[in-house]
C-alpha cells in the first residue's frame, strides 16, 4: 500500500477513534441494490435470474458477502417467490409501496402496504425514483408519507432523489436535491439515518446510451448531501446514512465511483439482470471497502 493510502486510512481511524471515544464508531456497509422494474415478466425469466444470483454469491469469498448489502428489487408479484427462492442473505424489497397519489390509504382497491411486504420477508423498498416522480407525478410530501409508513413497519428505505437536465442546466440541481431529501428527513426519526440508503440520481443520466454523471461531480454531490443531513439532523446521522450513487453504473464504471469519499454503493439497473456483472461490482465494491485494512475489513467513516 502507497504512502499517501496509509497516511489518509491512518488519519480517518484517528478521526474515528477521537470522534467516537467511549462508544461503537459508526460502520457503514457497501450498499448494492439491483432495481429489476419490469423487466422481468414470467416466472421461469425470474427463476433463473434468482438461480443465477444464488450461485453468483456463492461464489463470493467471506470478506466480500461480508463487505457488502447485495438487495434486489423484483415487480410486486414475484416478491413473495423470489423472497422463498434467494439466498437468505441477499435482501430482497419492494420497488414502491402505496399508490401514485394520496392519501396513502390501506383500504384503496390495488394497494401494496408496508406491512405486507415486511410480512413475506422484504427488508427494503425503493421510493422516490424518477419514474414515479416524473411519470406517475408523485409528490416530495406523498413519498415522505410512504417514508414514515415504510419505517413504522420496520422496513429499510432506498430513497432516490435527482434533477432533470434542465434543472442542472439552470443551476438548479441542488435546490432540487435539497427539496427533495428535507421533505423525506421530516419523516425519518433521528435515530432511523441507519436506515435510510439516499440514492442520487442525475436523471439526466439515466437510460440506454446515456452519459454517466462523472465520480467527481457525484462525490461533490454526495458530499453536500451528508452536510446537509450533518447540518439538520446531526453527525451521528451524517456518519451512519449511506449515500449511494445511482445513473448509468456498469462493471466497467464502478471502480471509478467506488473508492470515493461519500459513495457507499449503487443501485443499478440493467447490470442487476446480468448476475456476471452484478458479481464484478460486488467485488468491486468489496475491494474499495476493505482499502484502509489488509485484513478485509471495512473502512470506518465519520
Not at 425519518?188 to 439526466?204: M, R, S
Not at 445511482?246 to 473508492?259: C, F, L, R
Request: some cysteine; proline content about 3%; overall charge neutral.
Amino acid at each position: 500500500m502507497s504512502r499517501p493510502v496509509l497516511l489518509k486510512c491512518s488519519l480517518l481511524l484517528a478521526i474515528v477513534a477521537t470522534a467516537t471515544a467511549g462508544g461503537t464508531p459508526p460502520l457503514r456497509k457497501k450498499f448494492l441494490g439491483a432495481n429489476w422494474k419490469a423487466n422481468l415478466r414470467t416466472t421461469d425469466a425470474v427463476d433463473n435470474l434468482v438461480d443465477d444470483l444464488n450461485r453468483m454469491w456463492r461464489s463470493l469469498s467471506k470478506s466480500e458477502t461480508d463487505a457488502v448489502e447485495l438487495c434486489v428489487n423484483p415487480p410486486y408479484v414475484f416478491l413473495d417467490r423470489v423472497r422463498q427462492r434467494l439466498h437468505e442473505d441477499i435482501g430482497v424489497g419492494g420497488q414502491n409501496v402505496y399508490d401514485a397519489s394520496g392519501p396513502n390509504r390501506e383500504d384503496n382497491t390495488g394497494t401494496t402496504t408496508a406491512s405486507m411486504l415486511k410480512d413475506i420477508g422484504c427488508a427494503h423498498v425503493l421510493l422516490g425514483h424518477s419514474d414515479r416522480r416524473n411519470r406517475l407525478g408523485e409528490t416530495d410530501d406523498l413519498i415522505s408519507d410512504k417514508v414514515r409508513a415504510a419505517l413504522d413497519a420496520g422496513l429499510g428505505v432506498t430513497l432516490t432523489i435527482g434533477e432533470l437536465k434542465y434543472q442542472r442546466n439552470w443551476g438548479l440541481a441542488l435546490w432540487t436535491l435539497k427539496k427533495q431529501l428535507s421533505a423525506a428527513a421530516r419523516s425519518i426519526p433521528v435515530d432511523a439515518w441507519d436506515k435510510i440508503v439516499v440514492a442520487y440520481e442525475p436523471v439526466w443520466s439515466v437510460g440506454e446510451g446515456a452519459v454517466p454523471c462523472s465520480p467527481q461531480e457525484a462525490q461533490r454531490v454526495n458530499a453536500y448531501l451528508r452536510s446537509w443531513i450533518r447540518e439538520n439532523a446531526g453527525d451521528e446521522a451524517a456518519g451512519r446514512v449511506r449515500l449511494t450513487y445511482t445513473g448509468s453504473v456498469d462493471e466497467k464504471n464502478a471502480a471509478s465511483y467506488a473508492g470515493l469519499d461519500d459513495v457507499d454503493g449503487f443501485v443499478v439497473g440493467r447490470a442487476g439482470l446480468n448476475t456476471d456483472r452484478l458479481g464484478s461490482i460486488v467485488r468491486t465494491l468489496a475491494s474499495s471497502a476493505a482499502s484502509c485494512d489488509s485484513g478485509g475489513q471495512n473502512s470506518f467513516y465519520v
